[in-house]
């Protein structure tokens, strides 16, 4: 009886394991999807920013 309890105690661990490491594996892919669209931005920002100083500092002068 002893035996399996400890078999069913197992399993269920090993299915928990399971079902986290599914779950912790999907939400780290949807932070590095995030993660690379936010800097892709902050490049495009960037630049169009350089390329809004360069017009100013011409009309400036």
Sequence with gaps: MKGKIY???FVF??????FQYV???GIID???KDIKKFKAKIEVL???EASLLEIEN???E
């Excluded at 661990?13 to 399971?18: F, G, K, P």
């Design 7 to 9: 078999l069913y105690l």
């Design 13 to 18: 661990s090993i299915l928990v394991n399971v």
């Design 23 to 25: 779950n912790s594996k």
């Design 30 to 32: 949807k932070y590095e």
């Design 46 to 48: 960037e630049k169009s």
């Design 58 to 60: 011409d009309v400036v």
